[in-house]
C-alpha cells in the first residue's frame, strides 16, 4: 500500500478504513472508552519511568494527519520503563489529535467524556525488535503513553511547539526542531491506565501498550486554535482543508480490562 489513502473525512475516515485496513475490525482496536469504575486495580504493576533527559529531537513536521516531532532513537539516550513493560523502549516521535473550535478531540474518552486534545509519545521495543517497522507489526512491539489536554490558562512550554506550527502549515512540510524535551509536557501525577490495543490511525497495528495518564494537562484556546491553522493538504493541492478532528472514536473493548496503576 503506497501512498496515503485514508483520511478524517467523510469519504475516507474512520467508519470506512476497515475497507483498506480490515483489521479495523479487530478484537484489539484502539481508542476505547475508559470507564473507571470497570478497571481493575493492579497492585503488581509499578510505576512509569520515562527517561527523557538524554533525548534529541530532530525536526518538527506536518504527515498531512497530524503535526510530528521525531527523536534520535538510534540508541537508549531516551526511553519509558517500569508499568506493565517487561523492557525499556525507545522514544521516536510524539504527535497531537485535536477537535474542531469548540469541540473536543481525544481519541480515548473517560466515562464517556471526552477531552478537547490526545498527545501520543511513540515507543518501540528495540531490545526485540531491529527497527520501529518491524515492532510496529509486533504485539509487545509498541509502548504509547497518552496524555490528555483540557483547556485553560495557557501551557507555560507547549508555545516552543505552537511557535513551529506556522512553518509547517501543509502537508508534507518539516522544519529543524532540536533541544525540544517532552518532559515538559508530562501532568504532575503520572497515575496511569493501561490496556493492549491498536494504532489509532492505518495501518491500525495492533501492537500498543497504551499507557494513558490519568491527570490532563491544561492549554489554553489560544494554543489550541494555533494547531487548527495546520492544513491537511500540501500546499500545492487547490483544496485547503483546516487540520482538525484528526482523531478515531473509540472501538469496541472485545472484553479487554483496562488496568489502573495508583
Ligand atoms: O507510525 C505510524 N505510521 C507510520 C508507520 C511506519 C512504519 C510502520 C508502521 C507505521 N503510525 C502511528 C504510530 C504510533 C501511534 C499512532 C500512529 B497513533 O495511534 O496515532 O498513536 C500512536
Ligand atoms: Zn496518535
Not at 138 to 157: K, M, N, Q
Not at 177 to 187: A, H, S, T, V, W
Not at 197 to 221: A, D, Q
Request: proline share 6%; with cysteine; aromatic share 12%.
Amino acid at each position: 500500500m503506497t501512498g496515503c489513502n485514508w483520511g478524517y473525512g467523510k469519504e475516507d475516515g474512520p467508519s470506512v478504513w476497515h475497507k483498506n485496513y480490515p483489521i479495523a475490525l479487530g478484537k484489539r482496536q484502539s481508542p476505547v472508552d475508559i470507564i473507571p469504575d470497570e478497571t481493575v486495580r493492579d497492585f503488581s504493576l509499578g510505576p512509569i519511568v520515562p527517561d527523557y533527559d538524554r533525548c534529541t529531537s530532530v525536526n518538527i513536521s506536518n504527515n498531512g494527519h497530524s503535526v510530528v516531532v521525531e527523536f534520535v532513537d538510534c540508541d537508549d539516550r531516551s526511553v519509558i520503563r517500569g508499568g506493565p513493560l517487561d523492557n525499556p523502549y525507545r522514544l521516536k516521535q510524539f504527535h497531537f489529535h485535536w477537535g474542531g473550535k469548540g469541540h473536543d478531540g481525544s481519541e480515548h474518552t473517560v466515562g464517556g467524556v471526552g477531552y478537547t486534545s490526545e498527545l501520543h509519545l511513540v515507543h518501540w521495543n528495540a531490545i526485540k525488535y531491529r527497527s520501529f517497522r518491524e515492532a510496529s507489526k509486533s504485539s509487545d512491539g509498541l509502548a504509547v503513553l497518552g496524555i490528555f489536554l483540557e483547556t485553560g490558562d495557557d501551557h507555560r512550554w507547549l508555545h516552543v511547539i505552537t511557535d513551529a506550527l506556522y512553518m509547517v502549515k501543509y502537508k508534507g512540510s518539516v522544519t529543524d526542531f532540536k533541544d525540544f524535551n517532552p518532559r515538559c509536557l508530562l501532568p504532575s501525577s503520572l497515575h496511569y491506565w493501561t490496556y493492549l490495543g491498536s494504532l489509532t490511525t492505518p495501518p491500525l497495528y495492533e501492537s500498543v501498550t497504551w499507557i494513558l495518564l490519568k491527570e490532563p494537562i491544561t492549554v489554553s484556546e489560544r494554543q489550541l486554535a494555533m494547531f487548527r491553522m495546520l492544513q491537511f493538504n500540501a500546499e500545492e493541492e487547490d483544496e485547503r482543508m483546516r487540520m482538525e478532528n484528526n482523531f478515531r472514536p473509540p472501538q469496541p473493548l472485545e472484553g479487554r480490562t483496562v488496568l489502573s496503576s495508583n
